[in-house]
């Protein structure tokens, strides 16, 4: 079946301006992850969503970042005045209904580039 | 703070040899995932870790979670080229936020 699609792959943009990154999770997957990954770093969480709340996040850096799933499926992720150190690859998972007992699924990744 | 430590951070092996990684974590937990990366693809899952003394073999790689000494290993036999990547151990200790170590990147040369 489908995995984790991730939309755009690539995104370059100039400091300052405005990105949305979007995830299309699996089909029927109830929990939805957002983690950011940097060149030669561990991916790092920023997100999490139950259904359509955003059940914790503390790991989004500041109040630039936001997200998004209105419907409980499809999330956006908001960046605010890009700044060069969010460049980093942002990484998408989902898992079904368990959380912490099923294994997280990651789509391909946005790589972002901030000049 | 969750801390997860990986060693080795680079590990260059030849074909036919076997290694360990080793993954050491900071705080209690009995929930950990191994993962591997190609080099521009996204985190392939390989093994989910749910107990003390879980062990779980795929092909030449071995993984087992020891949560006692808040460790886990990851063992390669007989190494061959296609396992050449970068793998990851999370750590999961909130029920949804994976903590991942730096990676271990391997090299298979023959």
């Known amino acids: 079946g489908a995995g984790v699609s991730q939309t755009p792959s690539n995104k370059v943009t100039e400091k300052g301006k405005y990105v949305e990154l979007r995830c299309d999770p699996i089909s029927g997957h109830t929990a939805l992850y957002w983690y950011r990954q940097s060149l030669g770093q561990g991916p790092e969480f920023l997100i999490y969503?139950?259904?359509?709340?955003?059940?914790?996040d503390s790991g989004l850096p500041n109040d630039r970042f936001f997200a998004v799933r209105p419907e409980g499926s499809v999330s956006t992720l908001k960046i605010q005045r890009t700044e060069r150190g969010d460049s980093a690859v942002y990484l998408c998972a989902s898992s079904p209904t368990r959380p912490g007992r099923d294994e997280q699924f990651f789509g391909p990744g946005t790589r972002l580039t901030v000049l | 703070e969750l801390k997860v430590e990986q060693n080795p951070l680079f590990l260059s092996m030849q074909e036919g040899k076997n290694y360990t990684i080793y993954c050491n974590y900071s705080?209690?937990?009995?929930?950990l995932y191994w993962y591997r990366q190609d080099p521009g693809k996204s985190l392939e899952s390989l093994f989910v870790l749910l107990s003390n003394g879980a062990v779980k073999q795929e092909g030449r790689l071995m993984a087992s979670l020891d949560t006692k000494a808040r460790l886990s290993t990851l063992h390669i036999t007989a190494a061959v080229h296609d396992l050449s990547a970068t793998y990851f151990c999370?750590?999961?200790?909130?029920?949804?936020?994976?903590?991942f170590g730096k990676g271990t990147s391997l090299l298979v040369t023959p």
């Open positions: 999370a750590v999961d200790n909130s029920g949804y936020a994976l903590n």
């Open positions: 969503f139950q259904g359509t709340g955003a059940a914790d």
């Open positions: 705080t209690t937990s009995d929930r």
